[in-house]
């Protein structure tokens, strides 16, 4: 792979009550659980959020990278990523992810294909593929695997 760009963030105290920053000082969270897993109403965020903001911006990006290529305009789509953490078997953790898509404008069935093909293109997609489940939705339907 040819490395087009580095990001770099240190982490202090995990995900219980820690701190993250990005080198460049661009990004500088507070880390804390969220309620559902013991942590306080306010304050933080979580691993699990910080992951679904990065798939959701990143996979929106793709999907313009592949609306040029398709002559599609998909500029007022919108993508929200649902990140579960989940228990595995062996005291383990594991994630699952759903993204639901609308893409405004475009027909159904070229939505979908824009959608299908950013997910070959997408470097969260690639990264997880084979590795965790990843579900597509566009206009609430549920694409097959």
């Known amino acids: ?10 982490v ?5 009550e820690g701190h993250a920053r990005t080198s460049d000082g661009r ?3 507070d880390i804390t659980p969220p309620p559902e897993l013991g942590g ?16 959701a911006a990143c996979f929106q990006s793709a999907m ?3 609306a040029r290529r398709m002559k599609l305009d998909s500029s007022d789509s919108t993508v929200e990523a649902h990140v579960d953490l989940g228990a595995l078997e062996g005291g383990a953790f594991g994630l699952a992810v759903e ?19 950013a997910h070959e293109v997408c470097p969260y997609s690639n990264a997880t593929r084979g590795n965790i489940e990843v579900g597509l939705r566009v206009g609430g339907e549920l694409l097959p695997d």
Do not use: C, S
Not at 1 to 10: D, I, Q, R, S
Not at 40 to 55: I, R, S
């Open 64 to 66: 313009a990278v592949v």
């Open 99 to 117: 993204l639901h898509v609308e893409v405004p404008g475009l027909e159904p069935d070229d939505a979908k294909a824009l959608v299908t093909k």
């Open 27 to 29: 990004l500088e969270v």
């Open 1 to 10: 792979m040819k490395v087009l760009y580095t990001a770099e963030a240190t």
């Open 12 to 16: 202090q105290g995990g995900r219980q």
């Open 40 to 55: 306080a109403e306010t304050g933080g965020t979580n691993p699990e959020q910080l992951f679904a903001a990065g798939y």
